[in-house]
């Protein structure tokens, strides 16, 4: 069993494997099953993540009328042709989008690290399929890669925002999804922990204050800059480029920065754009009142 | 380690918003549930640190509600908890506390019928992932990721032995164990994670032991 990145790269790269060999033999003998069931219950992850972006790209609305309809202006606007940091990357932030604003109206999700930061695994997925065009076993080791870095993340840091803020949600995703777009494009296990650790750090410090203490604002946008990272951090990877902190000592580091976070910034509503005139105007209009019990 | 599958970090399928304050809170719920081994007749629900501030915006609510009625963290019918709890005659209270918790996310649940109450507290720790960590003003720690036999007894010597002899004979591997207490000599709780499901049988034989005077199992 891996404990930490580095011991997962060595695990892939002395037997010659992929990360996501060694995520699904080690689920096999945590549960006691076969490879095929194991595939079997990623594949149903699979197509519910699927149906999340089908379903956002026709364009939802969320109860509190906060978020919805951002997904299909994105890919309207691809249509056009114009995106000046193009259509890959447009097409993963628009289904990163789709996927959370889903999760915002209430609809069915597969939480990927979690709920809030749903959208960035599928996102990058979906988008980079276009380029790379898995077969359907690739595309379930793709979230098996993601998976292995995730449960690295979730034993040895957090992945909720109440304890670590944004970065361990959205910063997670990221990460998991610049590790597996790296495997998928042909990448070697050492360029998929470079990968994380190249997004993981560039989302250090987020912190978890949404308006009215929904999963809106502005988690559906973060979602977006979350897959649009991955992707470009996994570019930077696949070029060669490393990160000079080894991967376990950035989540080391977004570990000890969530715990010195004030509690204000940890998914509480009561600071940072939750706490802004707007923001509290937002909360005062859906509930009727305000959440910030100080004033 | 705290999570153990893939399936934790990907996955759980669930309704939206909030993996920790919807899913998370859905299945305290279901664990209550579990551990009543009924459908109450009433709940009191204590929400704590950030579920207390933000329970309204993430449906912990509903979802905790749903739970207590047994409802997956992917059933639809979440949504409507609170209409459906009120049409089954469930009474159900929410209240916020102030009072800090260890946890940020952390529910109280107080619920009963005629025949009986119950109280624990749970913690959601992310993903969707939880822990019952106080039963009955016990302290445990229970994931319900393995099916699990809780045995309430009398705190004196030879129990923990006749528990285990009964399981030893039902060919029963122990996983984990926890015996904890909350007056030396009176009462203790006993937590055995075991690695199959368990048959009434056993159940019936270890409620016989004279030390013994609750059994109640979570399945897997």
Known sequence: ?295 | MKYKSVFDIIGPVMIGPSSSHTAGAARIGKMARELFGREPEWANIFFYGSFAKTYKGHGTDVAIIGGIMDFETDDERIIEARKIAKEKGMRVKIREEEALTEHPNTARINLGDKDGEMELVGISIGGGKIEIIELNGFELSLTGHHPAILVVHEDRFGAVAAVSTVLAKHRMNIGKMDVSRRDVGKMALMTIEVDQNVEEELLSELKALPEVSQVTKITD
């Open chain 1, 1 to 295: 069993m891996f404990r930490n990145v580095a011991e997962l790269v060595e695990l892939a790269e002395t037997n010659n494997k992929k990360i996501s060999d060694i995520m699904i033999e080690q689920e096999m003998k945590v549960r006691n099953k076969t490879r095929e069931e194991v595939l079997e219950t990623m594949e149903r992850n699979l197509v519910v993540m699927e149906e999340a972006v089908e379903r956002g790209l026709q364009g939802v609305k969320s109860h509190s009328g906060l978020t919805g309809g951002d997904a299909v202006l994105i890919q309207k606007y691809i249509a056009t042709g114009k995106s000046l940091s193009g259509d890959l990357l447009m097409d993963a932030v628009s289904k990163a989008v789709a996927t959370n604003e889903v999760n915002a109206a209430m609809g069915t999700i597969c939480a990927t690290p979690t709920a809030g930061s749903a959208g960035v695994v599928p996102g990058t997925l979906f988008a980079v399929q276009n380029k790379l065009n898995p077969t359907r076993e690739e595309k379930l080791r793709f979230l098996f890669t993601s998976g292995a870095f995730g449960f690295v993340v979730a034993n040895n840091a957090s992945i909720s925002g109440a304890a670590g803020g944004c970065q361990a949600e959205v910063g997670s995703a990221a990460g998991m999804a610049a590790a597996a777009i790296v495997e998928m494009a042909g990448g070697t296990p050492s360029q998929c922990a470079e990968a994380m650790a190249i997004t993981l750090k560039n989302m250090l410090g987020l912190v978890c204050d949404p308006v009215a203490g929904l999963v809106e604002v502005p988690c559906v946008k973060r979602n977006a800059m979350g897959a649009a990272n991955a992707v470009v951090a996994a570019d930077m990877s696949l070029a060669g480029v490393t990160s000079r902190i080894p991967c376990d000592e950035v989540i080391d580091a977004m570990y000890k920065i969530g715990q010195t976070m004030p509690v204000a910034l940890r998914e509480t509503a009561q600071g940072g754009l939750a706490a802004t005139p707007t923001g509290r105007e937002l909360e005062a209009k859906i509930f009727g009142f305000s959440l910030n019990k100080e004033s």
